[in-house]
C-alpha cells in the first residue's frame, strides 16, 4: 500500500473552447516527495493546478489521491482530500479584510497564526483589506492559510516568481519542513535553478503534455530546459551566465535624476541618477522602499522632499499621466493594475498610447496594429486566447504588460521585476529587448527580486536598504553574495565610504 503514490493524474485533457490548454497529462507525485513541475509560459502548469484543487473540472482523465479515483468538485472539496493551492495571484478577495477572506475559505486564525510564526511572518492586521497589501506579503499569507489546512500535497504556482530573497528562503524553509513531515509538494517555478535544488523529480510540460520525467541531477537544469524549449534554444539560455558588457551609455543630461527624494515614510534621502542607453537594476529584500520608489518616481505618490529631474527638468507630477507625458513609463509589480482584463491583447497592448505625449505625435490605426503585431512577435506572446487578456496565461500576460510601451513608447522605463513568471526563453528575449532599446538611447530602470538577473540584464546595479540606497556596483561585481550582503544591510554603506 505504501508503494501506492500520493497522487496519480492519467491522460488529463482540458479545453477552453477552441484552445487546448492540456492534451494529456500524467503525473505521479510520490508520498513526501517535493516534485517540480515546468514548462514554457502556456504549457498548461496552472491549468492543471486549477483541476486538481477543484477550481476547473478536466474534459477528460482520470485523478487518484492515494490510489482512489476521486472527483474534485470544488477548492473545498480538493481541501477536503488534502490538495491545496498557492496561487501566481494570490487567491483573497481584495475588497475583503484578511480575516473575512479566512472565513470564505474556512480557515482557523489559530492554524493561519502558527502557520504565520513559523514562516516569520510578524505584526500582521487580520482587520486589513487584502487590497492594501503588497503582493510578495500577499503570497506568504496565502502559504500560511494553504498549510493551515493541514494538506497533505502543497501546490505551489510560482509561489517565488517576484518574491525576494528573504521571503523565498522563508518559502524553502516551508517545504522542507512538509517533506520532513511527510508531505508532498508540487513545485512550480521559472527559476530553474530552485527548481534544481529543491525538486526529488521534475516533469516537464510541454504543449498540454508530459513530455519527461528527470530525477534530481547535476545538470537537470540543461536537461530541462533542452526538453521545454528544444536543444538548440536550451543552449543559447543555459550558457554559464554572461557578464553584460558595459556599454557606451550617452554622455550630457541624464535620463533621469533624483536628488535627495524622501515620502515621508520608507524612501529616505535617495540620490542616483540613469545615463541615455543606461540599463540600471535595483535590488533589495522585501518592503526596503522600493515600491514607494517606484510610485513616488511613476506619479503615483507624492514626495515630501527632494526631486526628481527629468532630462534637466523638474517633474512634479500630480498624477501619473504627468510621468507619462515626460516620457517614463511603469511596468508595475502587480500586473493587474495595468490590465484591462476583460478586452483584447490587442486593446491592451494600445492603450497606453491614448496618454502619448504629443511628442511622440499621433500615429495612424495601420501603424498601431503594425506596432501590436511587432511587440507580439518580439515577446512571443501566446495569443491562443486573445478576446480577453485573463484568459492568457500569466507569463503572457506579463509580456503584455512590458509590450504596452513597445506600442506607445517612451524615454525612461520603470519596471518592477518585470520578468515575474515569465519562462527562461522568453526572459533571455526582453534582457534582449532592453539592451536595443539601451543601445537606441532609452533607459530602463528595473527594480529585480531575482539577483542572478542582475549581471544578465543591467549595466550598473543599487542596494535599497531601510529605505536608502545603501550598495552601488557595476552588474560584473554584483555577484549573489554580494547583493545579498548589501540587501541585509551588511555592507558598507555608501555613506560610510563617503
Ligand atoms: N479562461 C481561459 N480561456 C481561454 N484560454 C485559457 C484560459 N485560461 C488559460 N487559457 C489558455 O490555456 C493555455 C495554458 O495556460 P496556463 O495558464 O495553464 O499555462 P502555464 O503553463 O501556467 O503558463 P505560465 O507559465 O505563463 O503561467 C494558454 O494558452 C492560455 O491562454
Redo the contacts with the bound molecule.
Sequence with gaps: MTDTPLLHTSEIAKR??S?V?LRSVDLVVGRGEVHGLV??????????VKILTGVLRPDSGVVEVDGKRVRLRSPAHARAAGLAPVF?DPAFARDLTLADNLKLTGTSHAGFRRQLELLEIRDVDLGARAGELALPLLRMLDLARSLAHDPRLILL??ITAALPADYAQQVFGAIARAKADGRSVLF?S?RLLEVQELCDQVTV?RD?RNVVTHARAEDLEQRIVAAMLGERAALAVTEPAKVAPVRSVVPGEPALSVRNLSDGHRVRDVSFSIAKGEVLGITGLEGQGQDELFALLSGDRRASGGEIVVAGQPLSARHPVDAIRRGLALVPGDRLEALLPQRPVAENLATPTYARPSKWGWINADRERQKVSDAIKRLSI?T??QA?V???????QQKVAIGRWLVAGFDTLLCFDPTR?I?VGTKHQIYDLFRELADAGRSVLMFTSELREVPLACDRVLVMYGGRIVAEMPSAEADEATLLNSAHGLAETLADQA
Excluded at 39 to 48: D, E, P, V, Y
Excluded at 390 to 396: A, D
Design positions: 477552453y473552447g484552445v490548454a514548462g514554457a509560459n502556456g504549457a498548461g502548469k496552472s491549468t492543471l501566481q504556482d510560482e512550480i521559472h510540460l498540454g501566446d491562443r486566447a480577453q485573463k484568459r492568457l496565461s500569466g507569463g503572457n513568471g519562462d
